[in-house]
């Protein structure tokens, strides 16, 4: 005799949407964003570690065809491991194959040097080996004064001129800078001495030939 089974569709898939467009890196100091497509909607998550026991996990559970996870707290100069993660309404999920990527190196300041120094101003200047925003604290002993973006944006290059000072004084200064990511990273005291102002210290007086003299 045969057997005549009945199967009612269920609606369900039964395997996780395929990734149509591979994840694509925007990798920074301590942070990476990634981008990928997938055929069908699903949630968007990213695994990240520094080997593939993927110790950090981020993302959201919302539906989407187009997928954007940011992942924040990375070391800087750091290899890591990733893959993508997605989950479909029916509960099917879905990775990326493991791939690695490398974390920017955090900006070192260089090269600082005092520059012109007068009575009342001088030129600082230093470099960072990646491009930052720059601030720089001054003050007679405790540092008292602020400049913030002094660089004008992101670069490699700074200079500052500070006026108004002191002469005959000796100014500390310390240099902050801010990487693309937001990180701040404090430099060392620096101190630099404004010139000594002329002073008169023996006045004589001497006769002018052909001249009358004081009797």
């Not at 057997?3 to 996780?16: A, E, F, H, W």
């Not at 695994?47 to 992942?71: A, C, I, M, R």
């Not at 540092?143 to 490699?156: C, E, I, R, W």
């Amino acid at each position: 005799p045969s057997t005549i089974i009945n199967m009612v569709p269920t609606g369900r898939y039964t395997s996780p949407p395929k990734i149509t467009v591979d994840p694509e890196l925007d990798v920074k100091v301590s942070t990476l964003g990634v981008r990928w497509v997938t055929d069908r909607k699903a949630s968007s998550f990213i695994e990240v570690g520094e080997n593939t026991n993927y110790d950090l996990t981020q993302g959201q559970f919302e539906f989407v065809l187009e997928h954007k996870v940011s992942v924040k707290g990375l070391k800087p100069d750091t290899i890591y491991h990733y893959r993508v993660k997605y989950v479909d309404d029916d509960g099917n999920i879905g990775y990326s194959p493991d791939a690695t990527f490398k974390t920017q190196p955090a900006p070192q300041i260089s090269n600082v040097e005092v520059q012109d120094i007068r009575l009342d101003s001088v030129v600082i200047s230093w470099n960072t080996s990646t491009k930052a925003q720059s601030s720089i604290s001054y003050g007679k002993g405790a540092l008292t004064t602020k400049l913030d973006n002094v660089s004008g944006g992101f670069t490699t290059s700074h200079s500052v001129r500070f006026t108004n000072l002191d002469h005959t004084s000796t100014y500390n200064f310390q240099i902050t800078i801010t990487d693309i990511d937001g990180n701040e990273i404090v430099g060392e005291n620096h101190s630099f001495d404004t010139l000594k102002f002329p002073v008169i210290k023996t006045v004589r007086m001497e006769p002018v030939p052909g001249q009358p003299t004081a009797t």
